[in-house]
């Protein structure tokens, strides 16, 4: 069995059993509520721990809450008058568009309740998109209800009505174009084809504006090499994936789409159908990425030495090919000669992909792919990709000029550059130089509150707009609400001071029929409704970027260093909270980064050894410094980091954008460098750290539950094994009888259910999640999901439903010491999705006094949440600990201070799903209101449910498709054709030696490495 030496752990806590770790893993609870604590004095609200107070509360403290129950709470409700056609109580309504949030994308349906917009999923008619979404564009129906976004337009920092901005504003632009004054309109990428037609109105009424576009995570390099264009990049046609700096999995460029693509090279066959392949992944990067976490191979670098790896491996590969190797310095790493081999072993069907934003470290990466025949393969330059349209240099060269006094007038067009480009100080200074500022974001934050106008967008589930991902590829964005506030779309503003109609709406459909469709109304209602427009061929082209990668080489030679001995930042971006465009949405606040489990602020992440050197230990806050900017922030180690860096993520440190962002984290972006002319993420001169004497509790969710050492947890092997045997790797418990051993699974005291419509069930392939937690957010979403808050999370009380397990692992034993320091170096990673396992012998149940968890007829274990009483017994019991219970009223209270304390946020609360209140258990319920709904649908059409109908919340948000949900008893689903073929493969249950028999089985983790370890 490959894995039987493995110990699995989940952070550098656990494998040096620090004495707080130890602690807490006895602590079943987390940290007890005291009985002065402000947030709840009584038992009866849930937070007192002795038993005569139980037993007292029974006396009184139940009685009082039947009694408070005989009345009904009042609600205001205001009842149609002339009820909308298409609106029907109880029924939702669905409608195809498009998110957008820079060079982010997705085609997209929302659904609406009573005119709610309160759900997002995926619109598999997308051939760009397919379905996918990432994390962010689930919260993102949550920013539709923010609080704290501007109610209308503002002049001087007064609340103004548009009549008067519009007058104001067009009378001083065209005193600014009167005497030939500079003109800039700012934006960070736009991939509405109508939005620049309105732009370019805009210019023709005003003729000396120029329209700069910059990203907060610029691809500009990758553009360059490419001749100003982003190719299209199809990782399913990959045999060998290098990535050197490119967290594709997690953050780089299109990462939902790169990771459906991944996972279909990912997919291994059962013992029964044959299907051996997949493709291997190596990861050389300095931080440990979401997509380093999931590769067969991985070296780390520091950042100085980037543009070296990219020198070596192409003179790797040339060695390999016979070209000529390029001149200049290289570096040694581990895995390199390997990558190359591979990458010519599969010439045709490899490709490499690098994250840097240096134009001259992609020119050699462009070099590298032509020489192993990734163009016309893997990469497509026939199609552009639109997703990064930012130039660097345009935008350092306007911000210079406005410090110089040349620009007289400036529309930041839902743009935050005084926060998020490195040069933002040195903007903050130079706006008041400008004549004529005006900003269309939808809050007065860091840009815009320095601007004299404000003339707030919409959000854009209230607008009208079109998106082209890809040439030749469109979508729509339709409204799904009425603007909540005076708000207007950016493009009605534009075209309102360009002196032409403001109806946007119109113009879009105008523009459509003339110039997309080209063929009337009929077409126009269908692209609307269907919500994308597409070709029904794509282009191939095989031609190849002209690029001089001797040239290129000898710049990277200058810029970079083999040698480098000082401390480095390295500057990332999180998957979750993102560039910080959404920080103000406390769904991405609470969102556990995949590797580091971390949320609610960034911090100073450097590896072990480094840490050791410098007497660091985690939490302790030291300032960093560099580039004469220097932040204040808590330490965390991470394991996998190249040692001598500093990583810290964008996105945080805002200070204009609302109670859930504000004073949350640092500033990372000053720390952004230039590098041959583009801003790349790294600060490698005059680094230093410094230790405050202070510290700093990091919210982590990772070490709140632990594994104890159990090998079925986790269950893995390598790809060479496993097609020597399917069972290789799988942990099979036996129990010592009288009779000799036998199974585990053999010896219950359960006499069973019998399942005679129904049988619902779940299976996740490790295979193919990579971590990235959108199926959180989804659920979050779906369920009602309560947000904590920081404090509450390191109180280890967090309320998600389903969690990311993240295991690092090694195969050293516990007692050798150098091999446990060397492991978390660079451990392997896999990732576990974990939420209710829904066991037909579930313990929770046994253990209930007032049976408010049970079991359904068709295989669900229930929640009764009326019935609860909170003994906690049930979590108490339970061997995976995903049963989450309410220590606080986390709605309607100031301490929690979130959506579910306002109005407006609560209207994105789901009226199928009970909004729990306090001192009740709650799990996951494998979204039973889904399962009634599609089970009425299908009666009333007088029919059994169809597979793939019913879909719960995280399987139809997996960009992967790593989970499987259906109905076991249907021996037509896709469920029960996976468990009949993976029976006697990868299929296993978690914790299997209790014998629980969950409805939810695991596909075990199989790895593209030779079955020889390598040095």
Known sequence: MENSNKRYWKGIEELTNEPSFVKNIHNEFGNMPSENDSKGEALVDGSGTHRRDFLKMLGFGVAAVSLAACEAPVKKTIPYLNKPVDVEPTIANWYASTYTDGGEYASILVKTREGRPIKIEGNKLSAVSKGVLSGRAHASVLSLY????????????????????????????????????????????????????????????????????????????????????????????????????????????????????????????????????????????????????NADYRAAYKPSQEGLVVISLYNAVAKLTGAAALAGASIKLDHLDKAAKDLVASKGASIVVAGSNDPEVQKVVVAINALVGAYGSTINTGVAVHYRQGNDMAMANFIKEAGAGKIAAVIFYNANPVYNHPMGAALAAALPKVEVSLATNDRADETASLCQFIAPDSHYLESWNDAEPKTGFYSLTQPTISTIFKTRQAQSSLLTWAGLNGDYATYLERNWETNILKSGAVQWKNALHDGVFQPNAVTVSTA?????????????SKAY???????????????????????????????????????????????QPTATKLNLKQGDVVKVAGKGYEVTLPVLVQPGQAQDTVAIAIGYGRTKAGKSADGVGVNAYPFISE???????????????????????????????????????????????????????????????????????????????????????MVIDLNTCTGCS???????????????????????????????????????????????????????????????????????????????????????NQMTYNRCIGTRYCANNCPYKVRRFNWFRYYQTDEYDFHFNNDLGRMVINPDVTVRSRGVMEKCSMCVQRIQEGKLTAKKEKRRPVDGEIQVACAQSCPTNAITFGDMNDPASEISKLLAVEKEGRAYGVIEEINVKPNISYLMKVRNKDVKKEA
């Open 544 to 556: 190849v970027p002209s690029v001089d990668a001797t040239a290129a080489a000898a710049a990277i």
């Open 774 to 860: 959108a199926c959180v957010i989804s659920c979050s979403a779906e369920n009602n999901v309560p947000v904590v808050g920081r404090q509450e999370v390191i109180n280890r009380r967090e309320m998600h439903w389903m969690r990311i397990d993240r295991y690092y692992s090694s195969d050293a034993e516990v007692e050798d010491l150098k091999g446990l320091e060397v492991a978390s170096d660079n451990p392997e990673v896999v990732f576990q999705p974990m939420l209710c396992q829904h066991c037909n012998n579930a313990p929770c149940e046994t253990v209930c006094p007032v049976l408010a968890t049970t079991h359904s007829t068709e295989g669900l």
């Open 146 to 293: 923010d609080n704290e976004k501007l109610k209308g337009p503002q002049i001087g920092a007064k609340a103004a009505d548009w009549a008067q901005l519009d007058k104001e504003f067009t009378a001083k632009l065209a005193a600014v174009a009167a005497k030939g004054g500079q003109i800039r309109i700012v934006s960070n990428t736009i991939l509405s084809p109508s939005t620049k037609k309105v732009i370019t109105e805009f210019t023709a009424k005003y003729p000396t504006t120029q329209h700069v576009v910059y990203d907060a995570n610029p691809a500009y390099g990758l553009t360059q090499a490419h001749g100003g264009i982003l190719p299209s990049i199809d990782f399913s046609k990959a045999k060998t994936i290098v990535s050197v700096g490119a967290d594709f999995l997690g953050t780089w460029v299109a990462p939902t789409e790169f990771a459906a693509q991944w996972a279909e090279t990912r997919r291994v066959g059962s013992a029964k159908d044959g299907k051996k392949e997949m493709s291997r992944h190596y990861q050389f990067e300095t931080i440990l990425s979401n997509t380093g976490a």
């Open 561 to 607: 260093s083999a040698n480098s001995t000082g401390l480095e930042i390295s500057v990332y971006e999180k998957v979750g909270l993102g560039t910080g465009s959404q920080a103000n949405n406390p769904w991405l606040q609470e969102f556990p980064e995949p590797v580091s489990k971390a949320c609610w602020d960034n911090y100073a992440s450097i590896s």
């Open 675 to 761: 590098i041959n002319g583009a801003c790349v993420g790294t600060c490698t001169a005059g680094v230093s750290i410094s230790t405050t004497g202070e510290s700093k509790d990091i919210a982590q969710t990772q070490t709140h539950h632990t594994v104890m050492a159990r090998q079925a947890v986790v269950q893995e092997t390598v790809l060479g094994e496993f097609v020597k045997n399917p069972q290789s790797g799988r942990f099979n418990p036996t129990v010592a009888t009288a009779e000799g051993k036998k199974n585990a699974t053999d010896l219950t005291l359960w006499n069973g259910h019998q399942y005679n419509n129904h049988a619902w069930g």
